[in-house]
């Protein structure tokens, strides 16, 4: 008897192949066009590729469908964070495209000791290698909230990681500094991998399947004892909420935030929060929703500890990229607050996630044009004193970029707020609500402090000087800024949007 050839729906696959494509062209490009000429190929291929790959999205517009044998799941949640990460992407491929990758240090510490060194960083020459290993970090983005069962999760995860790993070390500049951030990103997403991988044994050997439906039918209609499924459970959640940096799985982010090249940082504040957040919403409401009475408590205390942690520490911070760092954790808690919200909270999370990542990669691309002495980023806060009367296109910006994070009205980051914390309160979270409304009065008085700093401190010695920002870096500012506050005066049409879409595949 034969066993009949599984079928690869190849159209429903369309986006994630279009950007498979795009990263091997550039490796491609890389390998034999001379390097004159690499630059403009490997951008015009990624953009090309991004561009291509979000109307492919957009035609899969109501496609409810599994494909590679119940692997993949084509649904709304997927098709709409999808759309998300490709769009910040697109806004993340400017301050790449600007110039050379540097990474923040103190001025003056882990100069480019070598003469050649010294030529490289002071030409700028860019390195065009960063432009395929995003195009596979996307790859793997784009396959993570799409995955159905448990070992397509895996490796989708390990696909947007390892290219991540890499690009956190690579800087012109301070590569003392970027190299440790890789290593510790690589060293701790190699433990988080590890537990992730020993929960899905585990919740094999329950099951006896990898496939997230399968696996609820199993907890609905076994009974008996969970514990196998709750510490399978336990393990993922730890593997997720890593590249979530939550609390107290967060120690990588502010290091590796402040030692990868600003570019990079920014892309990992967006892209990597979108995708697993997707994944975690597809475990907690496909695969788990019978175990909701064990899970929910725990994520509950991990979301009330990320946003106190997080709002803090914020506080404390005089390093811009740390600072963004703390936000992007503050952040992720008030995003877990709407995840674990079964019966509501899908439409307003998916809203949040693409209104946080806009105007926290907006923010990363201001940083990165904010520079000391010697042509090198400047990320010292007290040294941004008057910055609103040299550049008041970038630090009006900046200032409206904190003021979506601090959830201020009239931003997107009011809305996204608005709507998890109505989802808590719709099902008996006011503990949550409570606790979010103190961090974020918490978390506003340290954007504030740096909006002091640039519109009413008088300059001083060791003033920053804004670069003058290329037409890309200037587009993908206009652009985060408008979005940031379009989705916070007139956010109906997403938000109807994430609502027709919150609807999983079971």
Known sequence: MSIPAPSIEYSLLMPML????????????????????????????????????????????????????????????TLFLQGGILVTGLIAIAPVARGR???????????????????????GVIQTEIFPLLMFAL???????????????????EVLSLPLYVLCGLASRRRVLAQEAALKYFLLGAFSSAFFLYGVALLYGYAGTLNLSAIASTIQQGGGDTTMALMGTALIMVGLLFKLGA???????????????????????????????????????????????????????VAILTMVVGSVLLVSQFDIKRLLAYSSVANVGFILTGATMIAGGLAPTMFYLLAYGISALGAFTVAGLIHGRGDTEDADI???????????????????????????????????????????????????????????????????RVIVVMFFDEPGEGTAVPARPGPLAAVAVAAAAALTVLLGIAPQTLLTLATQAAEFLH
């Open 382 to 448: 007290t040294h941004w004193r008057g910055l609103g009367r040299r550049s008041p296109f970038l630090a009006t910006a900046l200032a409206l970029f904190l003021l979506a994070a601090a959830g201020i009205p009239l931003t997107s980051g009011f809305i996204g707020k608005f709507g998890v914390l109505k989802a808590a309160l719709d099902n008996g979270g006011t503990a949550l609500v409570l606790v979010a409304l103190t961090c974020s009065v918490i978390a506003a008085v340290a954007y504030s």
């Open 139 to 157: 790859s793997g983005m784009l396959l993570l909230p799409a995955a159905a069962d448990l070992l397509t999760m895996f490796v989708s995860l």
């Open 247 to 301: 609390v107290p799985f967060h120690s990588w982010v502010p290091d590796v935030y402040q030692g990868a090249p600003t570019p990079i940082s920014g892309f990992m504040s967006a892209g990597t929060k979108i995708a697993a957040f997707g994944a975690l919403l597809r475990l907690l409401h496909v695969a788990l929703p019978g175990l909701i009475e064990a899970w929910r408590p725990v994520l509950w205390a």
């Open 18 to 77: 279009i950007m498979l494509g795009t990263a091997v062209t550039g490796v491609l490009i890389e390998a034999l066009l001379p390097r004159s000429i690499r630059y403009r190929a490997q951008l015009a291929v990624s953009v090309t590729g991004m561009v291509a790959a979000l109307g492919a999205v957009i035609s899969l517009t109501g496609h409810r469908s599994s494909a590679l044998v119940g692997s993949v799941a084509i649904d709304g949640p």
């Open 101 to 123: 990758l540097v990474a923040f240090a103190p001025q003056g510490a882990l100069a480019p000791r070598s003469a050649a060194e010294r030529t490289a960083a002071g030409a």
